[in-house]
């Protein structure tokens, strides 16, 4: 790879020798055209030998599918993201049935159109990254929704909490027995009681010791008889780089470590008779 850049210098500087501005301008052109041309190979590669087997691996009830997502409805229905996005791209797609319970998860990229006063469109993210959904039997009656504690981090505790308990489009504010959960997390519900039974401290820990290890944002609500979860690594987690070697690309530990949060969850509710019983 090295040689072939550097026989397209020598070339072109043959030609350009008195404009070095155009060797770099055309350099980084032929760089970035080589880059896409090998890394659209090597990630189909990737998804094929790696991906697909592991997937089958963890649980042969899942079945991969590379250039499939997750549907726009259930996105929306999850209520995680107040926004509704104007284009939905995604892909690596999984689908089963985990212990009598569906679950899917893929790669998401949710944008929203922004047109400003010259006339010119652009685009910004509202989330990026993994998004599973779990069905359950049962219905929840309310609607709990936990989010990251991001104004308690960035304004402290007594102007984060005010800011918390004005949020009027998330619902009403429920506060946790768990100072570290509530460290972290916000949440949100119309059905005080059930929030609690649903967020044991088991499965606030869950999700602590989750958070603390990825170190990315983590999304996760309990809609009707759905429970979603996002995980916010702002990038496409199946995409590796062409310059790292199979073997020392960490994305599969990742990812598996993403999939054993999504079971815990359901294992943890599934178990949770006091919860059922009160449906």
Request: cysteine-free.
């Amino acid at each position: 790879m090295e040689y072939f850049f550097l026989l397209i210098d020598l070339m072109i500087f043959s030609f350009f020798q008195n404009n070095l501005s155009w060797l770099l301008f055309i350099n980084i052109a032929a760089g970035s055209f080589v880059y896409k041309f090998l890394i659209k190979d090597y990630s189909q590669e990737f998804k094929d030998k790696v991906i697909s087997p592991l997937v089958s691996e963890i649980d042969k009830n899942l079945i991969y599918k590379k250039d499939v997502h997750v549907e726009e409805f259930k996105f929306i229905n999850s209520r995680l993201f107040p926004e509704i996005p104007d284009k939905l791209e995604g892909n690596d797609y999984i689908s089963g049935i985990i212990d009598n319970v569906k679950i899917e998860l893929s790669d998401l990229h949710a944008k929203k159109k922004h047109t400003n006063s010259h006339g010119k469109d652009n685009w910004s993210t509202i989330f990026q990254g993994l998004f599973i959904v779990s069905q359950f039997n049962k219905n929840f009656s309310g609607s709990t929704v936990v989010l990251p504690d991001i104004a308690q981090n960035s304004f402290g505790n007594l102007i984060g909490s005010w800011l918390q308990s004005h949020n009027s489009n998330r619902g009403e504010l429920i506060k946790m027995d768990s100072p570290e959960f509530e460290k972290e997390f916000v949440v949100y519900g119309n059905n005080q009681i059930e929030a609690r039974y649903i967020l044991t401290n088991s499965l606030m820990q869950k999700l602590l010791e989750f958070k603390k290890k990825s170190r990315h944002n983590l999304y996760v609500s309990f809609v009707f008889n759905h429970i979603y979860i996002a995980i916010d690594y702002g990038r496409d987690l199946f995409e590796p780089s062409v310059f790292k070697a199979l073997l020392e690309y960490k994305v599969a530990i990742e990812y598996i470590k993403t999939l054993h949060l999504a079971i815990g969850v359901v294992e943890e509710l599934k178990l949770n008779k006091k919860l059922w019983s009160k449906l």
